[in-house]
T-cell receptor, first 111, second 110 residues
């Protein structure tokens, strides 16, 4: 079993819908990252969380440390949000910031 | 600022050929990383460098070598390419908790 699992693997929605992408992990962590990979391949960091909730524009990320679970929400989704969203965790006591990566959630927003 | 610059973008090799993937960052970051990305899998760490002159193996180092000759540049070398090394390769640097990625190299080994 992978230490970081994302769901769903693929998600197609209509423009304007509220989107939720989930990330569950099975190890103790010190930080969790959400990243976005555009169709062209480039990867961009969205959030780093160690507790609670963060918001940036239409994106909201939450984490529940006790339940070992994080969610990424997109409000008022738009076709330009179409991308692969990746969750990655930093294990507790892991040296030099090595991360464990989820396989990603491919999101398609249709106009 | 260019950020993290990675070359080449695409490369096709024959089995047994060698090549070097180049990566440079202009953000004065100490930590740099090489990952490979395969379909259906998360990014896997090949090698990392905590600072100039130091390198360490990651999760999948076999078949690769790296060089961190200065703070800016971190190169990845395939000495004798194998079809199993067909993948997309990403270089990244880190400042604090934030990662910065290059645009990737799509490598095919025939």
């Amino acid at each position: 079993k992978n230490e970081v699992e994302q769901s769903p693997q693929n998600l197609t929605a209509q423009e304007g819908e509220f989107i939720t992408i989930n990330c569950s992990y099975s190890v103790g962590i010190s930080a969790l990252h959400w990243l976005q990979q555009h169709p062209g391949g480039g990867i961009v960091s969205l959030f780093m969380l160690s507790s609670g909730k963060k918001k940036h524009g239409r994106l909201i990320a939450t984490i529940n440390i006790q339940e070992k679970h994080s969610s990424l929400h997109i409000t008022a989704s738009h076709p330009r949000d179409s991308a692969v969203y990746i969750c990655a965790v930093r294990k507790l006591a892991h040296s030099n910031y090595q991360l464990i990566w989820g396989a990603g959630t491919k999101l398609i927003i249709k106009p | 600022n260019a950020g993290v610059t990675q070359t080449p973008k695409f490369q096709v090799l024959k089995t047994g050929q060698s090549m070097t993937l180049q990566c440079a960052q202009d953000m004065n970051h100490n930590s740099m990383y090489w990952y490979r990305q395969d379909p259906g899998m998360g990014l896997r760490l090949i090698y990392y460098s905590a600072s100039e002159g130091t390198t360490d193996k990651g999760e999948v180092p076999n078949g690769y070598n790296v060089s961190r000759l200065n703070k800016r540049e971190f190169s990845l070398r395939l000495e004798s390419a194998a079809p199993s090394q067909t993948s997309v390769y990403f270089c990244a640097s880190r400042q604090g908790e934030k990662l910065f990625f290059g645009s990737g190299t799509q490598l095919s080994v025939l």
